[in-house]
C-alpha cells in the first residue's frame, strides 16, 4: 500500500472541499471494507483519504413509517433495525453480506458506492423504490437508487458530493419482499447471482398489484427487470406468469463468464432464484393481507 494522508473533517462541507481539492488523488473512507482491499491490491491508490467518521448524524436510521438511512449505518445495523415485514428482503440482503466481522465494518452508503456489479444490499433497495440524498459543500439534491449506479466502480456522483442516506418509503400494504443468494461458499465470497422481488397483492389475494425484480452480479451494475416486472403487474400470480416473469429477467440480464461461474450457469440460476423470489415474496405478501 502506498502512502498517502489522512483526514478527518467533522462537517459535510469540510469533506467535500477536500474532495474537491484533491480531485482523483482523494478517496472518501467510510467502513473501508472495499476500499482498503483496493488500495492494498494497487487497484486504487489515493494519496488523500478523507474519513466520514468524525461528522455528525450520517450513521443514524430514522423511522416513521418511512425509514431515512444514514450513509453511515452499518450493515449489522441495518439487518438489527428494520422491523417491517415488507422489508424482509433487505434484511435479508444485509444478513449475507460477507462475514459478521465485514458486517459490523460495512456501511449503506459504501455498498451503494463502490458500485459494485454485485452490491448485495442494491437489488432491494432498487425494489423499495429507495431514493439518495446527495451533499457537496454548495448543493443538494436527491436522486432515485435506479440510475445512480453507471458502470462498475462508477457513480452519478458529482465532483465533491456524498452521499448523506437513504430514503426508504413506506412500503404499500399487502406487500413482501425476498432476497436469494447463491455464491460457492456460505461467507467471504461475492455472489454468482442473486436477485431481490418485492410483490404488492391486491385485496384478493391472487392478483399482483404492482411488481419489483432487482438483480445482482448479472449485468454491469444491479438493475430492476422492468420488462418482467411488468409481466406480473396486474396478473394473477401463478406458475404461468412466475415462470414467464423469470424468463424474461433472463433475457434482460447480461451475465459474463468469470472465475465464479459460467455466463450460462449464471443464466440458469437467474431463472430459478427469480421464480423462488416471486414466490416467496408473494407468500409474504399475503400473510400481510
Given at each position: 500500500m502506498n502512502p498517502?494522508e489522512?483526514?478527518?473533517?467533522?462537517t459535510?462541507?469540510?469533506a467535500?472541499?477536500?474532495?474537491?481539492?484533491?480531485?482523483r488523488?482523494a478517496?472518501?473512507?467510510?467502513?473501508?471494507?472495499?476500499l482498503?482491499?483496493d488500495?492494498?491490491?494497487?487497484e486504487?491508490?489515493?494519496?488523500?483519504?478523507?474519513?466520514l467518521?468524525?461528522?455528525?448524524?450520517?450513521?443514524?436510521?430514522?423511522?416513521?413509517?418511512s425509514?431515512?438511512i444514514?450513509?453511515?449505518?452499518?450493515?449489522?445495523?441495518?439487518?438489527?433495525?428494520?422491523g417491517?415485514?415488507?422489508?424482509?428482503?433487505l434484511?435479508?440482503?444485509?444478513r449475507?453480506l460477507g462475514?459478521l466481522?465485514?458486517?459490523?465494518?460495512?456501511?449503506?452508503?459504501g455498498n451503494?458506492?463502490?458500485?459494485s456489479?454485485?452490491?448485495d444490499?442494491?437489488p432491494?433497495?432498487?425494489?423499495?423504490?429507495?431514493?439518495?440524498a446527495?451533499?457537496?459543500?454548495?448543493?443538494q439534491r436527491e436522486?432515485?437508487?435506479?440510475?445512480?449506479?453507471?458502470g462498475p466502480?462508477?457513480?452519478a456522483l458529482?465532483?465533491?458530493?456524498?452521499l448523506v442516506?437513504?430514503?426508504?418509503?413506506?412500503?404499500?400494504?399487502?406487500?413482501?419482499?425476498?432476497?436469494?443468494?447463491i455464491?460457492r461458499?456460505?461467507?467471504?465470497?461475492c455472489?454468482?447471482v442473486?436477485?431481490?422481488?418485492?410483490?404488492?397483492m391486491?385485496s384478493?389475494?391472487?392478483?399482483?398489484?404492482?411488481a419489483?425484480?432487482g438483480?445482482a452480479?448479472?449485468?454491469?451494475n444491479?438493475?430492476?427487470?422492468?420488462?418482467?416486472?411488468?409481466?406480473?403487474?396486474g396478473?394473477?400470480?401463478?406458475?404461468?406468469?412466475?415462470?414467464?416473469?423469470?424468463?424474461?429477467?433472463?433475457?434482460e440480464?447480461?451475465?459474463?463468464?468469470?472465475v465464479?461461474?459460467?455466463?450460462?450457469?449464471r443464466?440458469?440460476?437467474?431463472?430459478?432464484?427469480v421464480?423462488?423470489?416471486?414466490?416467496l415474496?408473494a407468500?409474504?405478501?399475503r400473510?400481510?393481507?
Open positions: 498517502f489522512y483526514h478527518e473533517p467533522a459535510l462541507e469540510a467535500s472541499e477536500l474532495l474537491v481539492h484533491y480531485g488523488d478517496a472518501a473512507l467510510a467502513g473501508g471494507t472495499a482498503l482491499v488500495m492494498r491490491h494497487a486504487l491508490q489515493p494519496r488523500h483519504v478523507v474519513s467518521w468524525k461528522i455528525p448524524g450520517l450513521g443514524a436510521l430514522q423511522s416513521n413509517g425509514y431515512q444514514g450513509a453511515l449505518l452499518t450493515v449489522t445495523e441495518l439487518g438489527d433495525s428494520l417491517a415485514p415488507a422489508l424482509e428482503g434484511r435479508e440482503a444485509a449475507s462475514s466481522q465485514i458486517q459490523n465494518l460495512a456501511t449503506v452508503g451503494i458506492c463502490k458500485a456489479p454485485g452490491a444490499l442494491v432491494p433497495l432498487l425494489c423499495l423504490d429507495a431514493r439518495l446527495l451533499q457537496s459543500a454548495g448543493a436522486t432515485p437508487l435506479d440510475g445512480f449506479l453507471t466502480d462508477q457513480t458529482a465532483p465533491g458530493e456524498l442516506s437513504i430514503h426508504v418509503p413506506q412500503p404499500p400494504p399487502r406487500t413482501g419482499t425476498a432476497f436469494l443468494k455464491m461458499r456460505q461467507a467471504l465470497d455472489s454468482i442473486s436477485v431481490c422481488a418485492r410483490i404488492t391486491d384478493d389475494g391472487i392478483t399482483c398489484r404492482e419489483r425484480i438483480l452480479a448479472v449485468a454491469p444491479p438493475f430492476r427487470a422492468k420488462t418482467a416486472e411488468a409481466v406480473l403487474a396478473s394473477r400470480i401463478n406458475d404461468a406468469a412466475i415462470r414467464e416473469a423469470a424468463h424474461v429477467a433472463r433475457s440480464s447480461r451475465p459474463i463468464t468469470d465464479r461461474a459460467s455466463a450460462q450457469y443464466g440458469l440460476l437467474i431463472r430459478e432464484l421464480e423462488r423470489a416471486i414466490r415474496a407468500e409474504r405478501a400473510k400481510e393481507a
